[in-house]
């Protein structure tokens, strides 16, 4: 065989696996939500309460990224916990926002990721809506379960791999996006990621979120 026809055939499969994990991704539970406002890319959504694991790492997002999801991944497919347990369905999307320096991550019991203060940063994967905090297993010592309260979010889709750039281009997007509809923020900008990291950037779904106040 040639080098050609390796390469070639490397490539087909790496083509295959992506294609399998995109369609995989279309069919995994999602929170559910209520359309307040449809904009084109743009959303005005109602959340109810989630109820979520979390932890967090310091580093780059990518680094920490990659050693959170590890260790959520091994929580919910039953690899690592103190009383073992059934596996958890995976859920999209996983979250990340950066947070304020001397914010408190909630230590209570239930993919998100914020950033808590330099350089290091919160994930939360979404629990399956069947669980509720005292009907999960029980997580390692350094995996919170917590629950993040019903809230209005602005987001903005969009494709492509989530680079730096492309986050900050976004969020502006957003922000401008909310003062024209008279919006107040509350918080910070959150990213959501839906689909796993073969996916190639044209067929990924991406979301810049932020919470608003709700008219009263």
């Not at 010592?141 to 750039?165: H, K, Q, Y």
């Amino acid at each position: 065989m040639t080098p050609r026809f390796w390469i070639a055939a490397g490539g087909a499969l790496v083509l295959a696996g992506a294609a399998v994990a995109y369609a995989q991704s279309q069919g995994t539970e999602e929170p559910d939500f209520t359309p307040v406002i449809s904009d084109g890319a743009f959303e005005l959504r109602d959340y109810p309460a989630l109820v979520v694991a979390e932890i967090t790492h310091s580093g780059t997002r990518q680094a920490a990224s990659s050693r959170s999801f590890r260790r959520l991944a091994a929580y919910i497919f039953a690899q690592d916990r103190p009383a073992g347990g059934e596996r958890i369905a995976m859920t999209t999307p996983l979250l990340q926002d950066r947070v304020a320096r001397d914010e408190k991550i909630a230590m209570t019991a239930p993919v998100m990721q914020e950033r808590v203060g330099g350089d290091s940063w919160r994930m939360r994967f979404v629990m399956p809506a069947k669980y509720t905090l005292d009907t999960l297993p029980r997580p390692p010592a350094d995996i919170a379960l917590s629950e993040i309260p019903a809230r209005r979010m602005a987001t903005v889709r969009f494709a492509g791999n989530g680079s730096p750039a492309d986050l900050a281009e976004q969020e502006q997007r957003l922000a401008e996006w909310v003062e024209a509809q008279g919006l107040r923020p509350r918080g910070g900008f959150e990213y959501a990621f839906y689909n796993a990291p073969m996916v190639p950037g044209p067929l990924r779904r991406n979301e810049v979120m932020i919470a608003v106040e709700e008219d009263r």
